[in-house]
């Protein structure tokens, strides 16, 4: 295992890529590490309180065997990292972690920081448009390609605020597609609204209070501005890659 320390640091978060295995395969874990914990929405758990929060790549040849078991890959992972899922707010993808991007937004005293993974090429569809092919049972589903987003900020967020926020997230990934001209993997005559597998994380902070995070307010902006710029890179850095 060797850990390399992100130079980009957050009030007194600290950030680094994890390199390690998970049966003799390599992944690799981004972790954003707090001195105290926060209060967390994650489209994959909810709301919790987490002192770490986590985006975790894993390569093709171990998504059958995630598919199988994902309760023994995440006990492993964490297990492997010294953490317990009470305190880890978790996300997963197939793209390398070291394609994230990150985009900060001030004004006044406030931040905002957005940090993405994103791939499209394999599973990219028009919500509502293109046919939903995987089916959930017990919690199990195919992954594929994914944008995952974790936007942080230093204002203390309101429960409202933080899903108003993922709402706006959610739009901003979708002005970032559409400026890219992101075609549906499945139906390339219309745009990309994102892929089957997409996940957003808001990270709320200690500072002042804020309630509402829609794009008439100067917050919302800031989250919207700092996740279609971090989207974009994200995506233009994971298709440098995939291309060669």
């Not at 390398?96 to 569809?125: H, K, P, Q, W, Y």
């Not at 092919?133 to 933080?162: P, Q, Y």
Request: with cysteine; aromatic share 8%.
């Amino acid at each position: 295992m060797t850990r390399k320390e992100i130079s980009w640091q957050f009030e007194e978060a600290k950030a680094e890529v994890v390199y390690h295995q998970y049966q003799g395969v390599p992944i690799k874990t981004l972790l954003i590490i707090f001195s105290q914990p926060r209060l967390v929405l994650s489209s994959r758990e909810g709301f919790k309180q987490a002192r770490v929060v986590c985006n975790n790549s894993n390569p093709p040849q171990l998504w059958n065997l995630l598919h199988r078991d994902w309760q023994l890959y995440l006990d492993s992972v964490l297990a492997d990292l010294g953490l317990s899922p009470q305190e880890v707010a978790f996300l997963s993808t197939g793209v390398d972690i070291d394609d994230f991007a990150v985009r900060e937004e001030r004004f006044a005293e406030f931040r905002i920081c957005a940090v993405v993974t994103a791939g499209v090429m394999s599973n990219a569809l028009r919500i509502g448009v293109d046919e939903g092919h995987h089916l959930e049972r017990d919690g199990k589903f195919e992954a594929l390609g994914t944008i995952n987003i974790i936007a942080l900020t230093n204002a203390s967020l309101s429960e409202g605020a933080m899903v108003r926020s993922i709402i706006t997230a959610t739009e901003a990934k979708i002005v970032a597609l559409q400026d890219l001209d992101v075609r549906s993997s499945y139906s390339p005559q219309y745009q990309a609204t994102g892929t089957g597998t997409d996940n957003v994380m808001i990270v709320s902070g200690v500072g002042a209070k804020i309630h509402y995070m829609g794009g008439h307010a100067k917050m919302g902006e800031l989250l919207a501005k700092a996740v279609t710029a971090a989207t974009k890179e994200a995506i233009l850095k994971h298709q440098k890659e995939d291309f060669g």
